[in-house]
């Protein structure tokens, strides 16, 4: 079946733009995870959708990040005005539930600001 | 702070040999510990996970990990090494008591390189 897909690939922005980054998850997974990855810092945690419950947005670094998830599936991550520190590689994971322990990972977003 | 420890930045094994990547965690609770790899332009895959049960774990591609708790490590280990299992390796801890949010809290990552 298919896995975890991610658009765009790359993404290329002038600093003070806004961006959307789309992570489409695995058909059924409940569970989905939005983390970054920056050279030199490793993968940090940013933000957790699970069913219908409020997500846990704990790991935004700041007010410009936000992330939405429609009708339980696709989830769009928006960073507003970005900074150059901005730049990483965004990374999306889905899971089967809260049951489930293994996240299966999409293949990333790399967003370079100028 | 909970946290993962990677201490080598890079391991280099000779194909055939036995191959070691290290990991520790900082103690709280009863951890689930995680080993991922990434090759190079492909996404993060699960290698094997410890939940509890039998200390040694089994996992993809003939890997597996020993959970140490008095030693708080997970290194992952393989009998012998192969030149396609040249890549990132990262361990990765989450925690049970943070409620149903199984975040992933990763060290940063270790570079295996076999050479033939």
């Known amino acids: 079946g298919a896995g975890v897909s991610q658009s765009p690939s790359n993404k290329v922005t002038e600093k003070g733009k806004d961006v959307e980054l789309r992570c489409d998850p695995i058909?059924?997974?409940?569970?989905l995870y939005w983390y970054r990855q920056s050279l030199g810092q490793g993968l940090e945690f940013l933000i957790y959708f699970q069913g219908n419950s409020a997500p846990d947005k704990s790991g935004l670094p700041s007010d410009r990040f936000s992330a939405e998830r429609t009708g339980g599936s696709v989830s769009t991550l928006t960073i507003q005005r970005t900074q150059q520190e901005d730049s990483a590689v965004y990374l999306c994971?889905?899971?089967?539930?809260?049951?489930?322990?293994?996240?299966?990972f999409g293949p990333g977003t790399r967003l370079t600001v100028t | 702070a909970q946290s993962v420890a990677q201490p080598e930045d890079q391991v280099n094994v000779a194909e055939g040999n036995p191959l070691t990547v290290k990991c520790t965690y900082s103690?709280?609770?009863?951890?689930?510990l995680f080993w991922y790899v990434q090759y190079p332009n492909r996404g993060l895959q699960f290698l094997l996970k410890y939940i509890t049960g039998d200390n040694l774990v089994k996992g993809s591609y003939g890997f597996e990990a020993e959970f140490n708790k008095s030693q708080t490590s997970f290194h992952l280990k393989k009998p012998s090494a192969l030149v396609s299992d040249s890549a990132l390796y990262f361990c990765a801890v989450s925690y049970p008591n943070a409620g149903n949010n199984r975040k992933l809290i990763w060290g940063l990552g270790t570079s295996l390189a076999v050479n033939p």
């Open positions: 058909s059924g997974h409940t569970a």
């Open positions: 994971a889905s899971s089967f539930g809260v049951s489930s322990y293994e996240q299966y």
């Open positions: 103690v709280s609770g009863n951890p689930y």
